[in-house]
């Protein structure tokens, strides 16, 4: 069993940055893939970003070159780099495990969910 605990979400102005974390306890998170999806109200939960466990990773489009997926496996942690922050970002932010890039980017067969952090980014 893994618990999957974001944080780092807030408030923040347009142009701003924050850094969500996903720290796993449990099994240890190195043996998942891992990604952070978001839902904005009244939407669907969307991919946002995704990591192997060789580190090789994925961004979608809206995002890709603005925010940064990375981890750090001897801390169990994933992390979520985002710059430039627009208000269209402005949504709850999960962290997702599974066993391989393709159900973790799909949500097809997620094993771990988290249960959110909420980023709000103000015009």
């Known amino acids: 069993q893994v618990q999957l605990v974001e944080s780092g979400g807030g408030l923040v102005q347009a142009g701003g940055s924050l850094r969500l974390s996903c720290v796993a306890s449990?099994?240890?998170?190195?043996?998942?893939?891992m990604s952070w999806f978001r839902q904005a109200p009244g939407k669907e939960r969307d991919i946002v970003a995704a990591?192997?466990?060789?580190?090789?990773?994925f961004h979608a489009d809206s995002v890709k070159g603005r925010f940064t997926i990375s981890r750090d496996n001897a801390k169990n942690t994933v992390y979520l780099q985002m710059n430039s922050l627009k208000p269209e970002d402005t949504a709850v932010y999960y962290c997702?495990?599974?066993?391989?890039?393709?159900?973790?980017?799909?949500?097809?067969?997620?094993?771990?969910w988290g249960k959110g952090t909420l980023v709000t980014v103000s015009s």
């Open positions: 997702a495990a599974a066993d391989t890039i393709f159900h973790v980017t799909t949500g097809s067969r997620v094993d771990y």
């Open positions: 449990g099994r240890t998170s190195a043996t998942y893939s």
């Open positions: 990591i192997r466990r060789d580190g090789g990773r």
